[in-house]
Structures are given as structure tokens and as C-alpha cells.
């Protein structure tokens, strides 16, 4: 658990979100159609609907497994906390791959998705929820981070910027109807 410094008596934390918990999946599920709804609405053919609570909560169950060690986990979550309260989450996805593409083995860590409540926006939850992420991925060896985002949002664009992420490659796009 990580504590960051915020411009408010705000209590902000990072903790690994690693259980089941139907109260949690809720919340979650709530800040994800509250943070998803301007990307749903901009590209429609991409995403399905933000209002589907049971697939959205099924999907964050692949992040949110028990660990177990006999078994290679890739989905991982982290979560923001104010004051006690799920206000954030971080998505990423972590597994070894090695390919004729790549050369050598390596990490390799892809952001999946970063959303913050929009009443705890401006208390560097963002930025401590990737700091957080940065100090567990840079420790190994050959790691490449990646993220992707969707056009016009720049406040994640920044964030990745602030946290020494350069575009290094565009993506195309076609879904066929």
C-alpha cells in the first residue's frame, strides 16, 4: 500500500486489487462506465455498451483473480483509494514472452485501462497509480510498457508523457460491421 501527497487532507492510497469482492466489482464497474462513456460515444464501432454491468464486471475478473502460484497470472489491477473509498483502478497485463519479433525473452506490460473518479480528479491519483505500477514492472529485466490512448484524451496522453512514455508507433484501426 502506497500513500501519496495530494493538495488536499484527502487520504489518497494504492493498493493491489487481487480478490473478488462483488462490492468492489460494482464500484469498479461503475467508474468504468462513468470513465468509458466519452470513448463509447466517440467510437461506438470499438467498444461495446458502457452500460453492460455483468460483461464489465466479468471482464475485471481476469484481473482480479486469487493468485495462486501454480498458475501464470498476465491481468493485474491496482486500485485508488480516498479516504477509504474505491475512487480509481488501474488495469495492466504482465507476462513473459519471448519471439522472433522481440529477440531475446522480455516483459513486457501493457496498461490497459486507468480511470479516476471524476470527484477525485486533481489529488495525483493518476500519477500514483502509475508510479505505483513503474515501481513493480522497472525492476525487471527488459521490460517494455506500453499503453494505449484513444484519440483526443489528452489527459492520459499527458500522464504517459509525464511518466517518460513516448509514442513510438500509431495504431490503425478497422471494424467491420
Known amino acids: 500500500m502506497a500513500k501519496t501527497e495530494n493538495p488536499s487532507d484527502k487520504i489518497?492510497?494504492?493498493r493491489a486489487l487481487h480478490h473478488r469482492n462483488g462490492d468492489l466489482q460494482h464500484a469498479m464497474a461503475r467508474l468504468f462506465?462513468?470513465?468509458q462513456k466519452p470513448h463509447h460515444e466517440a467510437f461506438p464501432a470499438h467498444f461495446g455498451p458502457a452500460d453492460d454491468s455483468e460483461a464489465i464486471i466479468h471482464?475485471?475478473?481476469?484481473?482480479?483473480k486469487t493468485r495462486n502460484p501454480f498458475r501464470q497470472r498476465r491481468g493485474f489491477a491496482k486500485g485508488l483509494f480516498v479516504d477509504g473509498s474505491?475512487?480509481?483502478y488501474l488495469l495492466y497485463r504482465l507476462y513473459k514472452e519471448?519471439?522472433?519479433?522481440?529477440?531475446?525473452?522480455?516483459?513486457?506490460c501493457f496498461v490497459e485501462d486507468i480511470v479516476i473518479d471524476e470527484h477525485a480528479r486533481g489529488l495525483g491519483g493518476a500519477s500514483a497509480l502509475m508510479e505505483a505500477l513503474l515501481t513493480e514492472v522497472e525492476p525487471l529485466s527488459n521490460c517494455a510498457m506500453s499503453g494505449t490512448v484513444w484519440n483526443g484524451n489528452a489527459?492520459?496522453?499527458?500522464?504517459?508523457?509525464?511518466?517518460?512514455?513516448?509514442?513510438?508507433?500509431?495504431?490503425f484501426y478497422k471494424v467491420s460491421e
Open 98 to 108: 519471448s519471439s522472433v519479433f522481440y529477440g531475446e525473452p522480455r516483459w513486457t
Open 59 to 64: 471482464y475485471f475478473q481476469g484481473f482480479l
Open 155 to 171: 489527459a492520459s496522453e499527458g500522464l504517459f508523457r509525464k511518466h517518460g512514455f513516448e509514442p513510438l508507433s500509431q495504431a
Open 86 to 88: 474505491l475512487a480509481g
Open 12 to 14: 489518497v492510497e494504492v
Open 33 to 35: 462506465q462513468q470513465g
